[in-house]
């Protein structure tokens, strides 16, 4: 069993600019119960289910599985709740942290939200000038949540 901590910010769109190409993701959600979500993702060629635990503050249980990519692709077209969450990820460092930048589109056009995993809740983390604010707190930035709720409805 692991446990992600992992805080959430959003960035501003004019001091950010992608690195790469980064990699395509298309994922959905099985379950979105408050208690636990099950995710299906496809991320470039390989695709995982993810089973994620409640919330307690930036940290909860996750457990990732790595499953053919058709199995995935019938369990999202046919399965998983609607929209669909699509997003092209980037990975940036930033003195010593891996960052993961979601530039979301479909019915999450125009979010871009950036991840940054940490070993401890109290671990502190230098931010990167293209940070706005943290979100990690606002449930409505949750991808479990954009499935039901996209941004474009906000």
């Known amino acids: 069993m692991g446990i992600e901590i992992e805080r959430k910010y959003l960035i501003y769109k004019d001091k950010w600019q992608p690195k790469d190409e980064g990699v395509s993701i298309r994922q959905g959600y099985l379950s979105t119960d408050k208690e636990r979500t099950v995710r299906v993702r496809t991320k470039g060629k390989k695709a995982y289910l993810t089973i994620k635990g409640e919330n307690k503050g930036i940290s909860r249980m996750e457990m990732e599985y790595e499953i053919p990519f058709e199995d995935a692709t019938k369990l999202l077209d046919n399965l998983c709740h609607k929209p669909l969450i699509e ?68």
Not at 141 to 147: A, E, F, T
């Open 87 to 154: 997003k092209t990820r980037h990975i940036e460092e930033h003195l010593g942290h891996t960052w993961e930048i979601d530039v979301f589109f479909g019915d999450n056009e125009g979010l871009i939200v950036a991840e940054v995993e940490l070993l401890s809740p109290t671990e502190e983390v230098k931010l990167p000038d293209w940070i706005d604010r943290e979100v990690s707190d606002d449930k409505r930035y949750y991808n479990s949540s954009l499935c039901l709720k996209p941004y474009i409805t906000w």
